[in-house]
Structures are given as C-alpha cells and as structure tokens.
C-alpha cells in the first residue's frame, strides 16, 4: 500500500506522541521523589535526595515489602505447582473437560480483581466465621496463587509445545524410568520456563492490590496497600514517591529478564 | 523394588498420571474457586440484618429490588458503562494508527523496539501508574501547570481524569492484538488494493479495518471489561465520582454489606458476559 509521506510523519507524530505520553507520567513520579518539598509542589525547585535517605525511617515501608514478600513467594510457589501440572496434563494427555479447564485457568484473571476479590471474601467469611477464624496472610496467598497459576501454564505449555516429545521418549526407550526422565530430561529443559513463568507470577503478586484488600486480614498490609493507604496522607507525599519510583525501577527490570529468558514468544501472563 | 512398582505402574496407566497430574488443579479451581463464584452468586440472595449486622442466610430478592427501584444505582450503572465505552473508543482510535504505523510503516528491524517500549510500561505498577495520574491531575500538579499560561484550568479530580487514567492503563492492551491482526495481514492484499486503483483511504477502510476487526474487539474485551471492573482509578483520581465497582467495593468495605456487594457486583459481570456473547462470532474470542 502507498502511504503518502505526509500519512507517513502523522502516524509517526501520533506513534512516539503516544509513547512520550505513556511515559511522562512515570517520569513525573521519579523526578517528585527528588523534590524535597514536604507539600507537593510542581515543578521542584530544586533536586535532592532527602526522601531516599529517609525510606527506611518511615514507619511501615519496611513491613509492608516483608508481607509483600512473603505473599509473592508463598502465591508463586502454589502457582508453579498447579500451573506445571496443569500445563502437562493439558499437552500430554487427552481428557474430558480439556478445553474447559484451560479456559478456566485464565478466569480469575479475566474477570474484574473484585469480582475475585468477593467470591473469595464471601467464601472465606463463610467458612471461617462459625470457626471463630479470621482473614489473616495465608488467605492472601491463595487470593494471590489463584490468578498467578495462569502465569506459570502459559509459560511451562509453551515450551512443551515447542519442546515435543521426542526427546522424553528417546530416554525410556534408553531404560529411564518415569521419575528418572523428568529429572534428567524433562525438569532440565523446562527449568527456564518456570523461572520466567515464577518471576512472573511474583511479579503479579508483588503489584496486586484489588483481590488483596478483600482476602487480607486486620494487621496484614502489603506495599501496594500501604501505598494506597498513605497516597490521600499529604504528610506521607514524598516516601509514598520514593516508593513508587523504587517499584518503577524495580518491576521493569525482572519483567525484562524474564522475557529475555522465556523466548516462546508470550507477551508474558497479562496478555 | 517398591519404588519400581510405582514406576511400571505410573507406566501402564496414563490415566493415572494425568489424574494425578490434575486432582490439585481441578481442587483448587473447579471447587475451590467456581465454588466461591457460586457462593458469592447466591450470597446475593442474602441480606444483612439491620439490627446485629450479621448476615441472614435466608433468600430472598431484596437486594435486586432495591437496586432496580432506586434511581441512584441506575444512574451509576448508566455512567459506568458510559466510562468503559469511551475508554475503550480513546483506547482503539489511538491503537489503530499506533498498530498500523508499526506493522506497515516501520522497518522491522525498529519493530520490536517500538513493541518493547509498549509493552513496558504495562508491567510497571497498576497502581504507581494510577497515583502517577494523581500527580499529573493535582491542583498545582502538572497538567494546571502545563496549562495555566493559557489561562485555562485542569480538570482536576473526576469524571475525565478518571476516564484519561482508564484510556492510559489499558492502552497497551489495545495496541497490542491490533500489532498482531496488522501484522497477519500480507502487504500483498494492500498491494493488489492499491494496484487496483484504491487511495490509501479506500485500501484502510475496505481492506485493512475488515481484517483486523477481530483484534479490535479482542483489544476491546479488554480495555471495557477491565474499565467497569476497577475502583482503585476511580478512588485515586476520581474526586467523588461514583462508579459501579467503587460502590461494591464500599460495600464490602465500610458498610459491611457482602450480600448488597453481590448483587450489585452481577451487574459487571452481567454485562461483560452479554459483551463476550454479543461478539463471539466476530473471532475475537479465538484470539486468545
């Protein structure tokens, strides 16, 4: 198709426009964190770094991204054990209810995070009020592992398709056993997958905010909730930027590896 | 020897190995999670009572009731809708150009650079990204400064800033299965168009929109289902706008209403249903 030279700069001028504009805003949050301004005020006078020096002084920053943490692990860990069998089943056996359950995996995060957020709530309260139980930290972790799970299959199918099976029949012919080919075979080559697939789901995990607030208990507060609860506090303006200029550099960059390290060609688990 | 066992006989029945392989999965999502699906489904049925606050496991249509006769809760579904249907229209009048440029205009070898710096952002905190918007539409905040030469005012908190931040979050999610329908689409198609006598006008609206129409309804599930889903934009820079998933999220929260939160929360889910039925046989769905 022609496109004249004057349709081609307009798409340009949109395109990079666009970009700049998803960009600016990032960008305006890691300059405010270096303003050391106590009230929001735009543009800084001038560059510090006082609020950096003062993150670990603010009280809750530090135990938030330890329940964040903790959460993160706990959620990836189920996910790559559901999602890994879920992913093997689904490439290496034929079953009833097949395409059922991989539409299933991708629901929860398919549906709206409150939609999740209280199903779960509504359950958990169900079932723990006649206990005398409350919501506490592991109910965020199933909250979190439940949509993670889809995460981990994206990836680990993935590299099964790729991968076939060839090379798993090549070792039980050799007279491995079952156990003996996922170890010396199978487990090797998908390794880099679950990896991906793990930094992913954490990933996930660390910046979700809408299933947590329904599935957490009275004391558990992770880093995105202790940002949303300190964001409307102007007193708490110039950590809540560190923070968020911490988690900007933070994210992108495992994201990044775990592309790099996936190379199956998935957008990741949020498309 | 017992090992070995185990072992010939995981060999034998590839039934097993496949049910073992999913007892868990199926555990956790067939029962655990369209299990609370259901429950929160017929939790809607419930009510509170007034009086303790405990929750009455009697059902009962009340919570309908109210939500049809009170004119406040038709607003808000109305507005709503109205919220994720403009940011899915800003959503795909910036992705199609944007996709169009990258998938036919620049050199392939610039492609996926263009692609990654899209694709970026997307994993960058939801909510830095939200309170980054909070700087941007602040009184005193960027976009006042940007605009006070002109002796104009910012929006400010609301409706628009609310909306723009929507239109922001998702538009990756746009641009991304237009790249990929533009993408599919051979030069040739455009070149025979082309050939044939039609202006680059003719060849977009009669050739490229038909074929990645598709992608645009896939990118459009996304940008509408995820819009009428959210609260924590609307609660950030939304000022006192009230959408339909702040007022379920209010409550679960403060007022203590799960069963009235049901209820109301089937109005989103209702409605992104009708949305996947109303365009299952334009092959969106098989995109995925």
């Known amino acids: 198709m022609y496109i004249s030279r004057r349709a081609k700069i307009l798409l340009a001028t949109l395109t990079f426009g666009t970009l700049s504009f998803i960009y600016l805003p990032l960008v305006v949050v890691a300059l405010n964190s270096f303003n050391p301004s106590r009230t929001f005020s735009w543009p800084p006078s001038s560059l510090s770094t006082v609020w950096w020096g003062r993150l670990t002084e603010s009280n809750g920053v530090l135990p938030a991204i330890g329940t964040s943490i903790k959460v993160g692990l706990g959620a990836t860990a189920i996910a790559l054990v559901l999602g890994t069998c879920i992913a093997f089943a689904v490439s290496r056996y034929s079953f009833y209810g097949k395409s059922t359950l991989s539409l299933l995996v991708i629901f929860p995060i398919a549906l709206p995070g409150i939609i999740t957020g209280i199903a779960l709530n509504t359950t958990f309260h169900t079932f ?5 139980k409350q919501l506490a930290l592991w109910t965020v972790v199933v909250g979190h592992a439940t949509f993670c799970i889809v995460v981990v299959y994206n990836n680990v199918l993935a590299r099964l398709r790729r991968l076939g099976q060839s090379l798993e029949e090549a070792s039980q012919d050799l007279g491995a056993n079952i156990f003996q080919t996922f170890r010396y075979i199978t487990f090797p080559l998908v390794r880099s997958a679950l990896v991906a697939g793990g930094l992913l789901a954490f990933a996930l995990s660390f910046d979700e905010i809408v299933v947590t607030t329904f599935t957490a208990g009275p004391g558990t507060e992770t880093l995105p909730q202790w940002i949303f609860n300190n964001l409307f506090r102007p007193n708490q303006a110039p950590i809540v930027n560190v923070v968020a200029t911490m988690l900007i550099v933070l994210f992108i960059f495992p994201v990044w590896l775990s592309q790099r390290m996936s190379q199956d060609g998935s957008a990741g688990g949020r498309l | 020897m017992h090992k070995n066992r185990v072992n010939t006989w995981l060999y034998r029945h590839k039934g097993a190995r496949a049910g073992l392989l999913l007892a868990l999965p199926v555990l956790w999502l067939a029962i655990a999670y369209l299990g609370s699906l259901a429950v929160m489904l017929v939790s809607s049925l419930w009510s509170v009572d007034s009086f303790t606050g405990n929750t009455v496991h009697s059902l009962s249509f009340t919570n309908f009731h109210t939500l049809i006769t009170q004119r406040v809760y038709s607003t808000i579904a109305i507005r709503s809708i109205g919220v994720a249907v403009a940011v899915t229209l800003i959503d795909g009048l910036l992705a199609i150009p944007i996709a169009l440029f990258i998938a036919k205009v620049l050199k392939p070898r610039f492609r996926s650079v263009v692609i990654a710096l899209v ?39 609301g409706l628009a800033a ?28 455009l070149e025979a168009s082309s050939d044939l006598g039609a202006s680059a006008t003719k060849t977009f609206t009669s050739i490229i929109l038909p074929i990645i129409y598709p992608a645009i309804i896939a990118g459009s599930i996304f940008t509408f289902s995820l819009s009428l889903g959210d609260y924590i934009v609307v609660k950030i820079v939304g000022g006192t706008t009230q959408l339909v998933a702040n007022v379920i999220a209010d409550n679960v929260g403060t007022a203590g209403n799960l069963p009235f939160a049901a209820a109301m929360a089937l109005l989103p889910i209702g409605t992104i249903l009708g949305y996947l039925f109303v365009v299952r046989r334009s092959g969106a769905l098989e995109n995925f």
């Open chain 1, 128 to 132: 723990l009020d006649p206990l005398n």
């Open chain 2, 119 to 157: 694709l970026v952002p997307l994993w960058a905190s939801y909510l830095v990204k939200t309170y980054a918007w909070r700087s941007m539409f602040a009184d005193g905040g960027v976009i006042s400064w940007v605009l006070k030469p002109f002796g104009i005012n910012g929006p400010g908190f």
């Open chain 2, 162 to 189: 609310t909306t723009i931040t929507l239109a922001y979050l998702w538009l990756p999610y746009m641009i991304l299965p237009i790249y990929a329908g533009m993408d599919r689409l051979p030069n040739s198609l």
